[in-house]
């Protein structure tokens, strides 16, 4: 990667230097000076709290946003550095320009947005070709995309063997459920049979008991009823017997 530091600081003096010279400049030197000091000094709070304070004095100042940008990348919010770098590629000078792109593809790089990085290296390029930091930065983006290419596939393979270890698993564990479940209906149906015969037994065994119940022993009173109802019985038989037997011849007196 290109070396920031020395490549601000250079760029700095000699835009400033040559907007001064112009009168184009309305940014405080000063507050430049003390966020260039806090940069160096790797104070990236202090740095861009002064590049911000400048950038105040002329909003629409190129340098100003670079400056802000750069502050921003060394903080890692690179997102935020990205919409300065963007601001900053107003300025309608080449060089400048070259290194704003150059930026923007090192930012596009961190938030993993390789695609709009290699523009932004081809645009860098295309301003400067004899960039060798543009060039090596290019490349090595191109590769990093190869690689994913190719491993895509394998993570894709990979990522299908897994959905299809883990629909198994669920496969299983609802096969597992189910099971479980007509288990405890069968046993729960058991013991509901079990309980019907227990309650039919139950039943049988009182209906069979009461006929016992129902017998009583006769009384002395009735006992000797019904001796005197077989007596009687047994005198009108014997009656009925001497009618129906056939009657005998009268002896008869000889008449001599």
């Known amino acids: ?22 009168g184009k400049t309305d940014m405080d030197r000063s507050k430049v000076k003390k966020g260039l000091k806090s940069y160096h000094n790797e104070q990236w709070d202090e740095s ?6 400048a950038l105040l004095d002329d909003p629409e100042n190129p340098v100003g946003h670079y400056n802000v940008g750069e502050a921003l ?9 990205l ?23 090192n930012s596009y790089y961190q938030l993993n947005k390789y695609q709009e990085a290699i523009q932004s290296y081809i645009k860098a390029l295309d301003l400067d070709p004899d960039d060798q930091d543009a060039k090596h930065n290019l490349e090595l983006v191109r590769a990093k995309l190869k690689e994913m290419a ?6 894709n393979k990979q990522q299908q063997q897994q959905q299809q ?8 564990q609802e096969q597992e459920g189910n099971d479980q479940e007509q288990k405890e ?7 509901q049979q079990q309980a019907q015969q227990s309650d039919e037994k139950q039943e049988t065994g009182q209906k069979s008991a009461e006929p016992a119940h129902e017998q009583k022993e006769l009384t002395k009173e009735e006992a000797e009823r019904i001796l005197q109802a077989l007596k009687s019985e047994e005198k009108e038989n014997q009656k009925l017997r001497q009618v129906q037997r056939p009657a005998r011849k009268a002896p008869v007196e000889k008449d001599w």
Not at 75 to 81: F, G, Q, S
């Open 185 to 191: 209906k069968q046993e729960n149906q058991d013991q």
């Open 83 to 105: 919409k300065s770098y963007e601001k900053a590629l107003s300025s309608q000078d080449i060089d400048m320009r070259e290194k704003i792109y150059y930026n923007l593809g």
């Open 48 to 53: 861009l709290q002064h590049f911000q304070d």
């Open 1 to 22: 990667m290109k070396n920031i530091d020395h490549i601000l600081v250079w760029m700095l003096c000699f835009l400033i230097s040559a907007m001064i010279l112009s």
């Open 150 to 155: 190719q491993k895509q596939p394998m993570e």
């Open 73 to 81: 990348y060394k903080k890692k919010n690179y997102e935020e550095a």
């Open 165 to 172: 270890s883990g629909d198994q698993q669920q496969q299983q």
